[in-house]
């Protein structure tokens, strides 16, 4: 597609409940991020799948949280068992692949705001 | 990782000039100067890189240093559109994530 797409744009979940959110990069980007940004607060980074590769996983922070890449394209990030500290926008970015990201950076979609009630 | 800093706020009138600086001392010889900005209420956007020597694009102009330890972003007019958090990021053909800093908030006054 023509720019990083994430769903949903809006979300609102009650506590202790699983919520998934959706990112589609740019077609032929092999790099693909998740950050956080709680309200007024920079980026976190929190997961990067890079190709077939074992995901960096660094930035993950707590074991409720996890992120598959399926077929090198659409990435899912998961929430179990949400907290209200959850409540936040999620980004995803995607870039081309090694040598050719600091020439070209990344792409942000627009984000998915997560609200835990 | 290399680090970055920069002023948390900067004002600017419209259509005048903007200056806003970057200290990266620690940065390395493979590191490329990335700047993004993030508008309210959406996704960071890439706005220019550099390596070496200065750049100019559509967006703004990049100023670096000779020793490179510090650069500059040159918005040369500002509009109330350009009312952003600006982030200056060293990336390197390593790859992986960019870490973000606080970056500088900038506020036009009209």
């Known amino acids: 597609g023509a720019g990083v797409s994430q769903s949903p744009s809006n979300k609102v979940t009650e506590k202790g409940k699983d919520v998934e959110l959706r990112c589609d990069p740019i077609?032929?980007?092999?790099?693909l991020y998740w950050y956080r940004q709680s309200l007024g607060q920079g980026l976190e980074f929190l997961i990067y799948?890079?190709?077939?590769?074992?995901?960096?996983k660094s930035g993950l922070p707590s074991d409720r949280f996890s992120a598959e890449r399926t077929g090198g394209s659409v990435s899912t990030l998961t929430i179990q068992r949400t907290q209200q500290e959850d409540s936040a926008v999620y980004l995803c970015?995607?870039?081309?692949?090694?040598?050719?990201?600091?020439?070209?950076?990344?792409?942000f979609g627009s984000g998915t705001r997560l609200t835990v009630v | 990782d290399a680090k970055t800093t920069q002023p948390n706020s900067m004002e600017s009138n419209e259509e005048e000039p903007v200056h806003l600086p970057c200290n990266h001392s620690?940065?390395?010889?493979?590191?490329?100067i990335h700047w993004y900005r993030q508008l309210p209420s959406q996704g960071p956007e890439y706005v220019i890189h550099?390596?070496?020597s200065n750049v100019n694009n559509r967006m703004a102009s990049l100023a670096i240093a000779e020793d490179r330890k510090s650069s500059t972003l040159i918005l040369h007019r500002a509009t109330l559109r350009d009312a952003a958090v600006y982030y200056c990021?060293?990336?390197?053909?390593?790859?992986?994530?960019?870490?973000f800093g606080q970056g500088t908030e900038l506020s036009v006054k009209p």
């Open positions: 970015a995607s870039s081309l692949g090694p040598g050719r990201w600091v020439v070209y950076g990344y792409t």
């Open positions: 077609s032929g980007h092999t790099a």
């Open positions: 799948f890079q190709g077939n590769s074992a995901p960096d």
């Open positions: 620690t940065i390395s010889g493979t590191d490329y």
């Open positions: 550099g390596l070496t």
């Open positions: 990021i060293l990336m390197n053909n390593q790859g992986g994530k960019l870490i």
